[in-house]
């Protein structure tokens, strides 16, 4: 019988996406269908139990990925299950992304008692959000609002709000239709009102490069289209050095069958300056397509926008 072990965070979201793999791989290959030939590892993470300080003061978004590599790297587990908009732009030395599953709605869903828009907010209102690139662009849109940090699962942020901690609040739409909620959405937000983050809404499944075993299994469940439209956003990615600090957002989609349309946006944290591009080509040059975006961004922001947030 075949045996596969798949690592994990433990949040209700992560679980769920971790159970999607396994049953596309038991549906994929029947000698994975037992429910004892596929073991899920559940792996906390440094963002996970940090909970009160934002991840551009603890590290940035490798925290939820560190430990899970540790344990691939060690041969505990045999495949990673990411977010991809949480997988820092390089990986470790030894470690690939095998495999990007069908992306689920890449955009931001918004939370608020005083309506469905960013608009409908009152003067001064309070947004939370542990996102630089939503803060950016809700200040962008909105520079008399308020952001204050707001961290936690889907449901401890709902919570929250629900409780009056904040006046608004934005999720994941992925997320929250991967958790089952989809009709507690209140509104989803256009990629023209807030462009989505990096790969955001597909999960990527990381290997050792020298595993062919794990790799074989994996092959069948790899979305061709979505994987162009990821490597494009993290080409892109890359050439802009980002982190935690950086808010950066990405969003391409097809047009057609095989051009991609990719559109990025570098801004400061607060808003105040912001610089937004386009472009278009061959879905099989994606990954061309983001670097040379991306370049263009850069020479746009310039080396002062860079090192005003202490980035290389």
């Excluded at 792996?43 to 991840?55: C, F, H, M, P, V």
């Excluded at 003061?57 to 939820?64: A, D, N, Q, T, V």
């Excluded at 980002?242 to 990025?264: D, N, Q, W």
Aim: glycine share 8%.
């Amino acid at each position: 019988m075949a045996h596969l072990r798949i690592g994990t965070r433990g949040s209700p979201l992560a679980l769920a996406q971790a159970r999607e793999v396994r049953d596309r791989l038991g549906a994929a290959h029947p000698e994975l269908s037992p429910p004892d030939a596929i073991d899920i590892e559940v792996i906390r993470t440094t963002g996970d139990w940090i909970q009160d300080r934002k991840l551009s003061e603890i590290g940035g978004k490798g925290l939820f990925t560190k430990e899970i590599e540790e344990a691939l790297i060690d041969g505990r587990i045999d495949v990673a299950v990411h977010s991809m908009k949480d997988v820092p732009t390089w990986l470790p030395e030894g470690l690939e992304i095998s495999a990007i599953l069908p992306r689920e709605d890449p955009r931001d869903a918004f939370f608020s008692p005083h309506g469905a828009t960013l608009a409908a907010l009152p003067p001064g209102a309070v947004v939370g959000t542990a996102s630089l690139r939503r803060q950016a662009q809700v200040l962008r849109a909105r520079p008399d609002l308020t952001v204050v940090p707001l961290r936690g699962n889907v449901q401890t942020r709902l919570s929250k709000l629900a409780a009056g901690q904040v006046d608004a609040t934005l999720l994941a739409a992925a997320g929250l239709k991967r958790l089952g909620m989809a009709e507690m959405i209140q509104a989803v937000l256009s990629p023209e009102e807030m462009l989505p983050a990096v790969a955001q809404g597909a999960l990527g499944l990381e290997i050792r490069c020298d595993d062919r075993r794990t790799r074989d299994y994996l092959s069948a469940l790899n979305d061709a289209a979505s994987s162009k439209r990821v490597v494009a956003e993290r080409a892109c990615l890359a050439v802009l050095d980002g982190s935690c600090r950086t808010p950066i957002a990405a969003y391409a989609e097809f047009e057609g069958e095989e051009r991609l349309r990719l559109r990025a946006l570098l801004a400061m944290p607060d808003g105040s300056r912001s610089w937004a591009s386009e472009d278009s080509g061959p879905a099989e040059t994606a990954a061309e397509l983001g670097r040379s975006l991306g370049e263009r961004l850069r020479a746009d922001a310039g080396d002062a926008f860079f090192t005003a947030l202490g980035e290389t």
